[in-house]
């Protein structure tokens, strides 16, 4: 109910005398907020659908398959009942969004479910002994009941019972091992983006972006805010005239004052959380509860997030644009300094894109719906993908001294007669999330564990946990509440633990790298990398 907080449906379908088919839904209304309440029917009331999330071509399938039937209600999910209706199993590929949806359709006895490209919503499915087959946006709705088996609903894929699951998405770059040729194009990447942040613009309640002052989350801000005000003056009655922008660390935090920054610089109306690291502290078996992991960077950045989607949503908002994603793709996090090739660099851009349900996505996801609030995440719309992951990978990689990480879509928004940001946060250096909100956090929750976990206790961790098995302290405390929570015994192979390729260290920030200390010192500014990047472009060119 966390993640549906505005309204409860329940219908029970099937063959006639039988009804054994159970659908449930509990709605965030964001779009069609008087008439969208689900599950959904068709006219004949033969399907039933049961959905989460956003389909941003709605109107255009609505229209394309308006021979079927027409649709009742401004619902975006319910276009889904027209495309299957015409589509049946090649419905989730004609779906541009994020989604999970579960749909009965009474002709075939059957039921037909699918998850976005991606995994941004979430979907767990799991099977009963009796036979039965349950599918769920939560793993916790599903372990008192399935005890065959429960997994996670693999993103790209669609289930039936007669099929069992497919893939339905594979663009050619999925294939980590096909090195992509492509020359850098900054304007098709750009306006690839542009696009992006427009199409999840699409609501009719107050929305706001998730604003860390990194470039990422900066970036979609400063495109939001453009198209914002372009809206409000084209349509004098637009309600949300002003953008809305949220940011959350501990007092003085690297992340809040690159905020603040952006934020006076487009003008957005800027509000700052702070959080202290009791309050994190407090927070984790809440945290850990709702995420449904015990992944180490996983739950760090989650708990802020966690603390800033509850004073988000009692602010009245429903909707949040954030910027996850960006890092897979453009190989944005610091281990991505040491791939020693060009192979190996795009090789793990594509594994860290195909298991972002697994993190980023998911803590994107639950972190906010924890609170009844939704998360869009621009970097992974299907369009910009097939643009950026196709490029050379040579042409995304970091260069010591002379090219800072992800210089392809800092140089794509770099218009200084019309500058999307300052300069100051376009060439800003990556810091993770839990990084970012103030280096301290990640002290004072190692603290706790070392305090919590004995030594005696840690010595027996292969005992406790043969899957998975902790390396530190920390990690084992979160690996002790999450087993408290979810003792299934399938539930600890629903998560994936976050390591950094190519470094020997046990802890995953960032800063632990030494490429952070080597790309935080004094020259490490907007003019120098600038200044090396064109020296460099000027070197192409006479070559």
Not at 119 to 139: C, F, N, P, Q, R
Not at 202 to 228: H, N, Y
Not at 507 to 512: A, E, I, K, L, Y
């Amino acid at each position: 109910r966390h993640r549906g907080p505005d309204w409860s449906g329940t219908t029970m379908v099937g063959p006639a005398g039988q009804e054994d088919v159970c659908i449930c839904h509990q709605r965030l209304a964001i779009l069609d907020v008087d008439s969208g309440a689900q599950p959904l029917l068709s006219p004949d009331k033969k399907l039933v659908l049961t959905a989460n999330g956003e389909i941003y071509n709605h109107m255009q399938l609505k229209q394309d398959h308006a021979d079927m039937f027409k649709c009742k209600s401004g619902s975006d999910c319910e276009a889904i009942l027209p495309v299957y209706a015409k589509c049946g199993l090649e419905t989730a590929s004609q779906l541009d969004g994020q989604f999970s949806f579960c749909l009965y359709d009474a002709n075939k006895n059957d039921c037909y479910a699918a998850r976005d490209p991606i995994g941004i919503t979430s979907l767990y499915i799991g099977y009963k002994s009796d036979g039965s087959v349950w599918i769920a946006s939560e793993a916790k709705a599903l372990q008192d009941d399935c005890d065959l088996e429960l997994r996670v609903f693999p993103p790209g894929h669609y289930f039936t019972i007669a099929t069992g699951l497919v893939r339905y998405y594979s663009p050619i770059w999925w294939d980590g091992s096909r090195i992509p040729t492509n020359p850098l194009d900054l304007v098709q990447l750009r306006n690839a983006f542009i696009r992006s942040v427009h199409k999840r613009m699409m609501t009719d309640v107050p929305f706001g972006v998730l604003l860390s002052g990194g470039l990422d989350s900066s970036l979609v801000a400063a495109v939001a805010l453009r198209e914002q005000r372009r809206r409000a003056n084209s349509d004098r009655r637009s309600l949300f005239q002003n953008l809305m922008t949220f940011a959350v660390g501990l007092p003085g935090s690297p992340d809040c004052v690159a905020a603040q920054q952006v934020a006076d610089f487009l003008g957005t109306v800027h509000h700052e959380f702070h959080f202290t690291i009791e309050d994190g502290i407090d927070s984790l078996t809440d945290v850990i509860h709702k995420l449904e992991s015990y992944d180490t960077t996983t739950i760090r950045a989650s708990t802020p997030m966690y603390l800033l989607a509850r004073k988000v949503k009692a602010q009245g908002v429903k909707m949040v644009l954030s910027g996850e994603g960006s890092d897979e793709i453009f190989g944005g996090y610091l281990y991505f300094h040491n791939a020693p090739s060009d192979e190996e660099f795009h090789g793990e851009s594509v594994r860290r894109v195909q298991n972002l349900h697994l993190s980023d996505c998911l803590r994107a996801n639950k972190s906010t719906l924890a609170w009844g609030l939704e998360a869009r995440v621009p970097f992974l719309d299907k369009d910009f993908l097939d643009v950026a992951m196709q490029i050379d990978p040579k042409e995304k990689r970091a260069v010591p001294g002379q090219r800072i990480e992800k210089w392809m879509l800092r140089k794509a928004f770099d218009i200084p007669e019309d500058p999307y940001l300052p300069e100051s946060i376009l060439w800003r250096q990556k810091e993770q999330f839990s990084d970012g909100v103030g280096y301290s956090w990640i002290d004072g929750v190692k603290a706790f564990a070392e305090e919590r976990i004995t030594d005696a206790l840690f010595s027996k961790r292969n005992e406790w946990f043969p899957h998975n098995t902790p390396l530190t302290k920390e990690a084992f405390l979160y690996r002790q509440i999450f087993q408290s929570l979810f003792p299934h015994k399938d539930m600890a192979g629903t998560v994936m633990q976050w390591v950094p390729k190519w470094s020997t260290s046990l802890d995953p920030s960032g800063r632990v790298l030494a490429v952070h200390a080597k790309t935080t010192m004094a020259d490490n500014t907007p003019e120098a990398w600038k200044a090396q990047e064109g020296n460099e472009q000027e070197q192409k060119q006479t070559a």
